[in-house]
């Protein structure tokens, strides 16, 4: 178990000396600062560990240790003074587990010292003890000693360590020598405010069980109401409990050892409901009317929490009481500010039900969450109507709303069938409970899973209904030839069987609204045929590239290396010192005594290793045999690829000098000509495709097309590029105010794009470029010049005065009539634009974007509309520009396309496979068809599949495949789906035979993708620590739904295996690997 705040060095703990201090630090400052609110006024503490208790998980000092030290450290007594005197009472190991960092105390750090006692059996500790009173200058009634009370009883009885001091704690407290106060309270205030590591753990603990609920108890509970298998409570909390275990079970790579189980899983239904935390799950079957399910995950001894009530078949009436739970949540969640005190959460409950039902407040639980972290609830922060305790930014709780034992009359019961479990309730509950972190703007809600009304309802039909529905959609349809096109069938009993049912029994409530039958098949046809058509031309096309490729020149040649051309144009090195030669681009190394020259390019890298006493540099160089890295020059690649087989490499060098100074110029040199080297290979790789443009002609003697007051994106340099632009014989110049002139020839312009302002806030001219050309010091392939018709801060100005104001509708008709007339002078100018190219030999047209064919998308982490003209994909008001030309485009791949999302993603694959595909992310679901039928009518071929795919993987797959577009093996007797057939939801051809299975459940598939999920996957790729790397718990494979391949989980067992014969922990200083114990699996909840 690697804890928070520690990492392992062999087989013996390192404490993480910053975080110690940063914590401690912080436990100090809060004690003398709040010392007499929370403190109980006390002049020292006693944060004392007694022996370890499995059957307590979230005992103070238990959290306490884990905060400070990441680790607990067993039978152990620690003094904290007031003037920063840091006492710690224990073993030998604990004592050097300590060590070093009061070797490091911070400059200015309220910690003045950290005394280490060393545990003396011979005298029982006593003259440790008496240490330790004189340090808390105990001896009188007065003065006061903060402990944690709770757990002194079982403190007492031990032996030990611990045991005697807290004895004579006692005796001296009878004796009124001190006074003993609870500290218990300020050990919670000082714990509560989380900083950014333990922020970054709860948010990974949060989507642990986010997912758990999600891949792991919905998928399992659908499974059993679709099939009708009785189930217990118990067994299906044992089943989550599993998977808290061993998040391997579906697909998460978590260590097993950094993940475990809150508390046992609570599974509740058929009327007998309780909201408390220390409800169990019953040896009950499930019954399949109002299920109540709750679970927490602890991922490095982080809690997280999350509930969700699942309705099957729900009366109206249990309809609407939901809904009314879910607006209350986001009442309390409006109230959860820093500042405000957690009785107002409690408040706003209340006076939301006393506004919208007040029968239900009877109903509420008596509180409605609580602060969580290391420990699970912390009593400090319980969300209820008398706590007063301030909430703070940091801070993250468990926000649970529910109704307990709501009255359902036979009135409300009687839409029901009469085979409903819904039927025989006479009173139900309802909970939702979310992990919400308290930040100064809204609080931001960590567990994303859906609580719409419409993604927890479930409908069961009756088996006759069931079969009328499966009858009539065969009648229903349309005929289609066998062959290829028995998908396309398939599909059209599918579109005709949608919104009514997609199970046998079980079908969601909402139904979207699809396409006619007909249609559908009909596009899926001629995707059949196109997909053929397009994988023939696309064999052709790549035939002619690799012939021509063949009879083209040969690939360039390792160009040798040369500095001098004799040694006697060598400088005058010493014979024993490191000398760099700038002009030469050359160091010269001393071996045996003889100065050696080295080209800069050679060198990978230069290090100075610190040691005491002397100076060293290393010197790495390119070498056959090892990854040469992203900034091996090209060059030095062909050189180390050509001499390989047979030639000797240099693969470090290592200097050491008692006088550093010649090596430490060195160094910097060295550093410096490198970076000069890489810089200028990169200006040649900028330039190297830069096709020579041809000079501008302009035109005289005649008045020239132009428009004036524009601005040019991207910029020549960082300001703002205003101007006018002319159209010349040969091309366009555009001239700047700083008399800055950039010029697009006409032969170079692939597409010219004429965008009109409509509900934009600007209009626009577009050039999209055959070949780069050089604006500033970068490439650019897109070039725009345009005008604004308002100004961007008034477009976004809210402040709106009467409809029947005359200034307002005197603004309004003037923007009406500038909108017109720049839209008219664009439009002209691009006419003229056009009579002029045509009438000197070019051809040049102007497109429009179709804006009936537009929809929203997220192709730069922005949501924007992109719109569709007659060549290419674009979206050119927001920058970085999103120009996708058509013909460019191999395929399409719809990812996320589920019956139940509500967005999906499009990636748009690019012929060229050495470049990586274009994506647009989070499209409105309701574009979905009018997307195909445009790539349809396009020619483009789209498939579309349920999950996010890996496509560098498969990009690289598909380049290193000859026969990729074929559809047969290299023995061409084999047959194989032929290019992206492969990506098909569905296959190419079905048969109906092996459909069973996948039609008698709509939930083999359904992985009801929410938008909140998006932003969790930039997150949680974040931060990940170094002990992490191998599980590779990030959004990038696990928030994607992608599975490992079979060598991924081979190497991965590897790992495994290598972890556990190495770890063997330490013996006193605990691992806090829990969730193991027998004894302890159903611990529940305080």
């Known amino acids: 178990f690697f804890p928070v705040g520690l990492v392992y060095a062999g087989t013996m703990a390192e404490l993480d000396v910053d975080r110690f201090f940063s914590r401690l630090q912080k436990l100090h400052s809060h004690f003398v600062k709040h010392n007499d609110a929370v403190w109980g006024s006390a002049n020292c503490l006693s944060l004392n560990r007694g022996a370890l208790d ?38 030998k190991k604990k004592c050097e587990f300590i060590r070093d960092a009061s070797k490091k105390i911070p400059k200015d750090s309220p910690i003045k010292k950290i005394h280490l006692l060393l545990r003396n059996k011979e005298d029982g500790n006593e003259e440790n003890y008496n240490t330790l009173w004189k340090a808390g200058g105990l001896g009188s009634e007065d003065t006061k000693l903060g402990v944690i009370l709770k757990e002194r009883e079982h403190n007492i009885s031990e032996d030990g360590i611990l045991g005697p001091w807290e004895r004579k704690l006692t005796e001296a407290q009878e004796a009124k020598e001190v006074t003993l106060v609870d500290i218990a309270a300020g050990l919670s205030f000082t714990m509560s405010v989380k900083d950014d590591d333990e922020l970054d753990v709860m948010k990974r603990s949060s989507i642990l069980s986010n997912k758990v609920m999600k891949h792991g108890y919905v998928k399992k509970m659908e499974d059993v109401i679709d099939s009708q298998d009785p189930i217990t409570h118990d067994a299906l909390a044992s089943y989550i409990d599993e998977i808290l275990e061993n998040p391997s079970k579906i697909g998460l790579k978590v260590p097993s050892d950094d993940v475990q189980a809150c508390y046992y899983p609570i599974v509740q239904s058929g009327g007998n409901y309780d909201l408390k935390p220390s409800a169990q799950s019953t040896d009950k079957n499930l019954s399949h009317d109002i299920i109540l399910v709750s679970l927490g995950a602890r991922f490095k001894n982080y809690c997280s929490n999350i509930s969700r009530t699942f309705m099957v078949n729900p009366p109206q009436k249990v309809s609407e009481t939901y809904e009314l739970l879910a607006e209350m949540q986001e009442a309390c969640l409006q109230v959860m500010k820093p500042g405000k005190p957690a009785k107002a959460v409690y408040k706003a409950a209340v006076n939301f039900l006393q506004a919208r039902d007040e029968s239900l407040v009877k109903c509420l639980p008596k509180n409605v969450g609580f602060a969580t972290g290391l420990d699970f609830r912390d009593s400090s922060f319980v969300l209820s109507a008398k706590n007063s305790a301030s909430i703070r930014e940091g801070m993250v709780f468990c926000l649970s709303v529910g109704f307990q034992n709501v009255e359902l009359s036979k009135a409300d019961r009687a839409s029901c069938s009469e085979k409903s479990a819904v039927k025989k309730l006479d009173k139900y509950s309802l909970v939702i409970s979310d992990m919400v972190r308290i930040t100064n703007d809204a609080p931001d809600i960590l567990t994303k899973m859906t609580k719409d009304r419409d993604d927890v309802a479930y409908r069961i039909k009756d088996d006759d209904e069931a079969g009328d529905d499966e009858e009539e959609s065969d009648d229903d349809a349309p005929e289609a030839p066998k062959g290829d096109a028995q998908l396309a069938r398939k599909l059209a009993n599918e579109q005709s069987a949608r919104g009514t049912r997609t199970s046998s029994r079980l079908a969601r409530d909402a139904a979207a609204t699809q396409d006619s039958a007909e249609g559908a098949a009909q596009r899926e046809k001629k995707q059949i045929e196109l997909m053929t058509r397009r994988n023939l031309d696309r064999v052709k096309e790549l035939a002619r590239k690799n012939r021509n490729k063949k009879d083209g020149d040969a690939e360039d040649q390792a160009a040798e290396l040369e500095t001098y051309k004799r040694s006697r144009d060598y400088p005058d090195p010493h014979p024993n010192q490191v000398k760099v030669d700038m002009q030469s681009q050359c160091l010269f190394l001393p071996i045996s005594g003889v100065p050696v020259p080295f080209h800069i390019s050679t060198i990978k890298n230069v290090v100075m290793p610190e040691v005491e006493g002397a100076t060293l540099l290393r010197i790495n160089f390119y070498t056959a045999g090892i990854a040469l890295g992203k900034e091996a020059p090209s060059n030095m690649i062909k050189l180390v690829q050509k001499y390989a087989p047979y030639a000797s490499f240099i693969r470090e060098m290592t200097f050491r000098s008692l006088d550093g100074h010649n090596l ?3 160094f910097r040199q060295i550093s410096e000509l490198r970076r000069r080297a890489r810089a200028k290979e990169v200006r040649e790789q900028e330039e190297a495709d830069l096709v020579e443009q041809d000079k501008l002609v302009r035109t005289r003697n005649e008045r020239v097309p132009r428009l004036s007051d524009l601005t040019m994106r991207p910029v020549v340099s960082a300001r703002k590029t205003q101007g006018s632009l002319e159209a010349h014989t040969n091309g366009l110049r555009f001239t700047s105010l700083r008399n800055e002139v950039v010029d697009i020839m006409y032969a170079n312009i692939k597409y010219a794009i004429f965008q009109p302002c409509e509900s934009e806030i600007m209009v626009l001219v577009h050039f999209h470029l055959k070949n780069p050309i050089m604006i500033g010091k970068t490439k650019r392939l897109d070039v725009q010049f345009f005008t604004e018709v308002i100004d961007a801060s008034q477009a976004v100005d809210n402040a709106r005065r009467s409809m029947y104001d005359p200034d307002e509708m005197d603004d309004e008709q003037r923007e009406r009539q500038l909108r017109k007339k720049l839209n008219t002078a664009f439009r002209d100018f691009c006419k003229k634009v056009d009579a002029v190219a045509k009438k000197n ?22 949501m924007v509309t992109i719109m569709p003209t007659l060549n290419c994909l674009v979206n050119l008001t927001e920058t970085p520009f999103f120009v996708v030309d058509l ?35 989070m499209i409105p679901n309701e574009d979905k068809d009018s997307i195909q039928e445009w790539l349809t009518d396009m020619e483009i071929t789209y498939t579309e599949g349920p999950m996010n795919l890996n496509w560098k993987q498969i990009i690289n797959t598909v380049k290193d495949d000859d026969r990729f577009y074929m559809n047969t093996e290299e023995d061409e007797l084999t047959e194989k789906e032929a290019g992206w057939e492969f990506l098909r939801m569905f296959g190419r051809e079905d048969e109906d035979d092996n459909d069973d299975d996948e039609d008698d459940s709509e939930f083999g598939s359904d992985k009801n993708e929410e938008e909140e999920e998006e932003e969790e996957e930039e997150d949680f790729d974040s931060g990940v620590d170094e002990e992490d790397d191998e599980s590779d718990f990030d959004a990038d494979e696990d928030l994607d739904e992608e599975g490992m391949d079979w060598d991924e989980m081979e190497e991965q067992a590897r790992q495994d295996d290598r972890k556990r014969r190495s770890e063997d922990g330490v013996e006193e200083v605990r691992k806090p690997k829990r969730g193991n114990n027998n004894n302890n699996k159903k611990q529940r909840r305080r």
């Open 841 to 862: 030999g070019h051809h040049l047209e102007f497109d429009v974007p179709y804006r009936d064919l537009g929809f929203t998308g997220n192709p730069h982490k922005e």
């Open 664 to 666: 430490t110029t060195a």
């Open 54 to 91: 499995e059957d307590n998980l979230y005992l103070k000092s238990s959290i306490l240790h884990q905060w400070i030290f990441g680790y607990e450290l067993p039978d152990t007594t620690v003094l904290l003074t007031k003037d920063g005197d840091f006492y710690l009472l224990a073993t």
């Open 887 to 921: 013909d460019e485009v191999d395929h399409v791949h719809f990812e996320r396309v589920t019956y139940m999302s509500k967005a999906f993603d499009i990636v748009l694959v690019n012929k060229d496979f050495n470049k990586p595909p274009w994506r647009v992310d």
